[in-house]
């Protein structure tokens, strides 16, 4: 099992940049890949970007792309997602999720999730 830690949310105007961060603990980091998921008030959780075990591969949803980055670094533990332009629609709680196989964008494949934190963009 692999628990998972999510920081780094706040409050930003629009247009500027945050990164939050997911920790892990638990079983070797590297053995899972990671999705960004977000749900902002009476909207359904969404898709926001994942990473592949080794961090070679990346995917977007259009709504993010060009904007926000994925990256890891398994020797920390630790998946970030760098947001920039931000806009006050990425206003929402932003989990992190994990899962022991490959990358995927649905949240339903993924087995282990964070708490969340916030993200508050302001126009």
Not at 11 to 27: D, E, I, N, T, Y
Not at 36 to 45: C, E, H, L, T
Not at 85 to 111: I, W
């Amino acid at each position: 099992q692999v628990q998972l830690v999510e920081s780094g949310g706040g409050s930003v105007q629009a247009g500027g940049s945050l990164r939050v961060s997911c920790a892990a603990s638990g079983r070797p980091f590297s053995t899972y890949s990671v999705g960004w998921f977000r749900q902002a008030p009476g909207k359904d959780r969404e898709f926001v970007a994942a990473i592949s075990l080794s961090g070679r591969n990346t995917y977007y949803a259009d709504s993010v792309k060009g904007r926000f980055t994925i990256s890891r670094d398994n020797a920390k533990n630790t998946v970030y997602l760098q947001m920039g332009s931000l806009r006050p629609e990425d206003t929402a709680v932003y989990y992190c999720a994990a899962r022991s196989d490959y990358v995927s964008s649905y949240l339903d494949d993924y087995d282990y999730w964070g708490q969340g934190t916030q993200v508050t963009v302001s126009s």
